[in-house]
Structure formats: C-alpha cells, structure tokens
C-alpha cells in the first residue's frame, strides 16, 4: 500500500509538472508572438511616417503657385537600418522598412523620383516634379548635342543642374584671373569640366623633386602631361 502510494505520488508529480511545463511553453510562445507583432507594427508604423514625410512635401507644392522651389532632405536611415522610397509610374510612393511595404497615392501626377538625401521638388505650369536637373531633364541645355549624364561631359552624376562644363560657365573655377575657353590655358575646348591646368604647366613642383613643368620636370613629355609623377 506505501509502494503504491509512493508509486501513485511519483505519477501526480510527473503530471504536474509536465502540465506546469506546458503551461510555461504556452506562455512563452503566446508572449514571444505578442513581442514579434508588436515589434512589426512598429516597423509599419515606421514606414508609414517616413511615406508620410515625402507625402506632405508633395501635399504642399499642390497647392501653391508655379514657381514653388524648395530643397528637403529625406533620412538615409531609420534607426540606423537602410530603407527603400521609389514612385511608381508618377502616382504610388513606395516605402518599404524591414520587409514591411507601405504605399501611398498622390492626388496628382509626380515626375521624376525620390532619394534618400537631399531632394529638390518644384512646380511648374500646374505639375509637380521631384529632382528633375539638367543632366536628367533629356534635354539640350547647353546646345553641345549631348544631352544629361553620363553622354554630356558637363554632368558629373544626373542631379547636378547644369550641363554646362567648367570652360563654358562664365565662372573662373579654378582662381587664375582666367574664365573659360579660349581664355583659360586649363581649357583645350570649350567641353572640358576643368579649368585647373595640367601638373605639367601649372608652375608648380606637384612631384617634389626640384624641377617644375615641361620642359625642365623629365616627366612632363608635354605641357598637357596631368602628372609630373611617374
């Protein structure tokens, strides 16, 4: 009789504990579910602040006048992870955080895109455009029959806003007294992106050995050579 209540005591204490086990699995697969969908509406939530931020900058240049120019910047990230922002065919602004897709759609069309960083937004003749520069406008700004980068040697990405190069923009770049071509030693054609003149006529030792310029630096084979080094 002890045997069998030692042997009926044991089982109870098998059970229990089993159900106790059971219990404490249940509890941690129902809080480890509540943490993991709470963790992902906060990166819904997320996404939908950051479609909110691009949305209201288009918000307000729909209801001003033409002419309307204003630079903003978007995070390049969300605490500290990367994140997507694209528009879709002119109406639909995609943001997508963690795997978690939010979208939003204009009231009106929107050329052009968004990027993380700085952006540019204007109005012109009723419509809304988003980073459109001259060297992604696929237009001829410059008259040099090469349009928007990387074709016109005058862009060096396609959101600089100008085509023109450096020897044709009415600016001494590179502080010589001297502006653009002909007037620039810098510039062999009105196309080059650089007034600065090669190592080799600059008047300067850029090598550091004591000789300067074509023809006195060996070197130099001519005075357009860009480097005094080997």
């Not at 992106?193 to 300067?212: A, L, M, R, Y």
Request: proline residues 5%.
């Amino acid at each position: 009789y002890i045997k069998m209540n030692k042997s009926q005591s044991a089982m109870e204490f098998v059970i229990i504990a089993s159900f106790m086990l059971l219990v404490i699995l249940i509890f941690a697969a129902i809080t480890t579910s509540t943490v993991l969908k709470v963790r992902e509406e906060s990166d819904k939530k997320i996404a939908q602040d950051v479609a909110d931020f691009a949305f209201r900058e288009i918000e307000v240049a729909k209801t001003v006048n033409d002419g309307y120019t204003r630079a903003f910047a978007m995070p390049q990230t969300v605490n500290d992870i990367s994140y997507s922002i694209n528009i879709i065919e002119n109406r639909e602004l995609v943001v997508n955080y963690l795997d978690n897709e939010y979208v939003k759609f204009f009231p009106t069309d929107v050329s052009g895109t968004i990027i993380k960083g700085a952006n540019k937004i204007e109005k012109k003749e009723g419509k809304i455009y988003l980073n459109i520069f001259e060297c992604n406008d696929k237009l001829d700004n410059d008259d040099d029959n090469k349009i928007d980068h990387p074709d016109d040697p005058g862009c060096e990405n396609q959101y600089e806003d100008s085509e023109e190069s450096q020897c044709e923009d009415n600016l001494d770049n590179d502080g010589d007294g001297k502006t653009d071509h002909p007037d620039d030693p810098g510039c062999q054609t009105p196309n080059d992106d650089s007034e600065s003149e090669p190592e080799c006529n600059d008047n300067q030792d850029n090598d550091g050995d004591g000789k300067t310029d074509h023809p006195d630096d060996p070197e130099c084979k001519n005075p357009n050579d860009e480097s005094e080094s080997v």
